[in-house]
């Protein structure tokens, strides 16, 4: 996962006149992806030594699981690996509000230019 997050922002780098050097790379992460965002850091870190982001910060925003009761017209959180039927009326979790996104939000570059 981290490779593929490299080459995506690499291949953003290529298209961007001058090549900035890249400071921060932000995400966003859903808590019911079973991604750790402390491995992701990590792995990151570990991955871009020595490359065009060795310098650059990993930025995790993480999101909760949200879940929608059509029965109850009502949202809320299910607890991820134990119970994720509605805690009003026990109805099966089937409309997913947020909690599994894994996307680049946004890339932050300095204004002066890489070499």
């Known amino acids: 996962m981290t490779k593929a997050l490299i080459f995506t922002v690499k291949d953003w780098l290529a298209e961007q006149p001058g090549h900035p050097a890249v400071e921060r790379v932000h995400l966003t992460v859903g808590a019911f992806t079973c991604v750790e965002p402390a491995s992701l850091v990590f792995a990151f870190q570990a991955q871009t030594q020595g490359t065009f982001l060795s310098e650059a910060e990993l930025v995790i925003k993480e999101t909760p699981l949200i879940a929608f009761c059509h ?8 607890e991820i690996g134990s119970q994720y039927a509605c805690p009003t009326c026990q109805a099966p979790m089937d409309d997913i509000r947020s909690g599994r996104e894994l996307k680049i939000e946004r890339v932050e570059f300095s204004q002066s230019m890489a070499v």
Do not use: I, T
């Open 71 to 78: 029965a109850c017209q009502q949202e809320y959180r299910p």
